[in-house]
């Protein structure tokens, strides 16, 4: 899945797009990132109007995923479609998504499965054997999201796609690993922060452990969206004031 930027010379045409497949009754995959996972329904739409798409309530484990954005694809759309949840009401049954922009980069389901850490995770990245501080934002067997900020330290230089550096986790109490790594993507946000996005290279052993920890995280994941689940649905027609 890919989640950036909107192409800004299309603001109209997701509209015109998404009521040509209202009108011939074609489907949408509604998308909701959730903790570095993707959950995803396929609905109908019920109404495209100036304002933005209607669509049926999904399941419940989505509806606790939703927060301000949603995401809807399909094979007849040019592109993803990005939009704001403006209200989920229990009165009527419709999601609503507002401000629709369609994304500059295509659709591209993930591989493997991505997962984000419970708080914060601090790790070690070396660079030509010199350590460096950064913060783990998202994990999976083959690829690692970091986040160096420089008013806590000096990150490494070249920060740029192609840079090699091993990065070591502790995915247990007592377990570290140090995993090859490659930037794939390099991004400055602010004046202070850098996302990066890179490769992994873990050995049978090192995969092992990245398998058993991505998936513990899982179920801790989903076992959250139960709960809230749970709590949307005792709340009855209030649920709009959480969307």
Same mark, same amino acid.
């Given at each position: 899945?890919?989640v950036e930027?909107?192409n800004p010379?299309?603001k109209? =045409?997701?509209? !015109?797009?998404? &009521?040509a497949?209202?009108? %011939?009754?074609?489907? @949408?995959?509604l998308?909701? $990132?959730?903790?570095?996972?993707v959950? =995803?329904q396929? !609905?109908?739409p &019920?109404?495209?109007?100036? %304002?933005?798409?209607? @669509?049926?309530?999904?399941k $419940?484990q ?5 927060y301000?954005?949603?995401?809807l694809?399909?094979?007849f ?7 704001h949840?403006q ?13 629709l922009r ?7 389901p993930r ?17 030509n054997?010199l350590?460096?501080q950064?913060?783990?934002?998202d994990?999976?067997?083959?690829g ?6 420089s ?6 230089a ?14 247990a109490r ?5 995993v090859a ?7 400055r946000?602010?004046d202070?922060?850098?996302q ?6 873990p050995?049978?052993?090192q995969?092992?452990?990245?398998d ?8 801790a994941i ?18 709009g004031?959480?969307?």
């Amino acid at each position: 899945m890919s989640v950036e930027t909107a192409n800004p010379t299309r603001k109209r =045409e997701p509209l !015109l797009a998404l &009521r040509a497949l209202a009108l %011939q009754q074609l489907p @949408l995959t509604l998308a909701v $990132p959730y903790k570095g996972l993707v959950l =995803e329904q396929t !609905l109908q739409p &019920r109404a495209v109007t100036e %304002q933005g798409v209607s @669509l049926p309530p999904p399941k $419940p484990q989505v509806c606790a995923a939703i927060y301000q954005t949603a995401y809807l694809h399909s094979r007849f759309l040019p592109a993803t479609v990005r939009g704001h949840v403006q209200w989920l009401m229990e009165a009527d049954c419709a999601l609503h998504l507002t401000h629709l922009r369609f994304l500059a980069t295509p659709w591209r389901p993930r591989y493997e499965a991505r997962v984000q850490p419970e708080g914060n995770f601090p790790v070690t990245v070396w660079v030509n054997r010199l350590p460096f501080q950064a913060l783990m934002t998202d994990l999976s067997v083959h690829g690692i999201g970091l986040l160096f900020d420089s008013l806590v330290e000096t990150p490494p230089a070249n920060l740029a796609p192609g840079l090699k550096f091993d990065v070591t986790l502790q995915l247990a109490r007592q377990h570290c690993i140090t995993v090859a790594g490659e930037v794939a993507h390099a991004r400055r946000q602010q004046d202070h922060l850098w996302q990066i996005g890179a490769r992994l290279f873990p050995t049978l052993e090192q995969q092992r452990w990245l398998d058993l920890y991505v998936a513990e995280r899982r179920v801790a994941i989903f076992t959250e969206l139960e709960q809230r689940a749970r709590e949307l649905r005792e709340i009855g027609p209030s649920l709009g004031l959480y969307f």
